[in-house]
């Protein structure tokens, strides 16, 4: 069974930064893509960003040039760097991993940006 740890949440002002990490592990087969997704109360869960084996990434057009997505394929670790933070930002952010076939989430960590 895979697990994640997701760190990095919290509550921070608008116009604020904040990073996500996503470590997963007891990964047993080749990861093709990681990323976020995020949920807002009373609202679907909608992509944030995606990164693909190879490197290449898709962006929510929210958070086009705000946000960057990374990874480390030696650790099977996402990171979302969250800069220029909006209220509307606010909500559960879920980590997710890609096997042939299957996706696997993250717990969710909690961002609010209030001031």
């Known amino acids: 069974q895979v697990q994640f740890v997701e760190s990095g949440g919290g509550l921070v002002q608008p116009g604020g930064s904040l990073r996500l990490s996503c470590a997963a592990s007891k990964i047993g087969f080749s990861i093709s893509a990681m990323g976020w997704y995020r949920q807002a109360p009373g609202k679907q869960r909608d992509v944030v960003a995606l990164?693909?084996?190879?490197?290449?990434?898709n962006y929510a057009d929210s958070v086009k040039g705000r946000f960057t997505i990374s990874r480390d394929n030696a650790k099977n670790t996402v990171y979302l760097q969250m800069n220029s933070l909006k209220p509307e930002d606010t909500a559960v952010y879920y980590c997710f991993v890609d096997s042939p076939g299957r996706r696997y989430w993250g717990q969710g960590t909690q961002v609010t940006v209030s001031s």
């Open positions: 990164i693909r084996s190879g490197g290449s990434t």
